[in-house]
């Protein structure tokens, strides 16, 4: 049964870090694409943080967050991570861990993060 599990989300200040953790079950994570999403408001669509590819560990980020964030996975804990950096109050939201495994999509259940003074 295939499982993606978030946690590592919290409040923070303006400026500070959170590493968020994707502990994925049911699949290899390094066989597969993973990828981070954040919906930032009610209503809103989630849009595309980071991803990571399979092959090589290729990995692209979205506009805002590049330079500040790094997607990382530890092949011996089947985890995905989100090393968040210089956090802005912009980047507060709901983040998600995403991965499409034998022609299914599959989402995890969320960890807020809020970036508040």
């Known amino acids: 049964q295939v499982q993606l599990v978030e946690s590592g989300g919290g409040l923070v200040q303006p400026g500070g870090s959170l590493r968020l953790s994707c502990a994925v079950s049911g699949f290899t994570a390094s066989s597969y694409a993973m990828s981070w999403y954040r919906r930032q408001a009610p209503g809103k669509e989630r849009e595309l943080v980071a991803?990571?590819?399979?092959?090589?560990?290729?990995?692209n980020y979205a506009d805002s967050v590049k330079g500040r964030f790094t997607i990382s996975r530890d092949n011996a804990k089947n985890t995905v991570y989100l090393q968040m950096n210089s956090l802005k109050p912009e980047d507060t939201a709901v983040y998600y861990c995403?991965?499409?495994?034998?022609?299914?999509?599959?989402w995890g259940q969320g960890t807020q993060v809020t970036v508040s003074s």
């Open positions: 991803i990571m590819s399979s092959v090589g560990g290729r990995r």
């Open positions: 995403r991965a499409f495994v034998g022609g299914t999509e599959y």
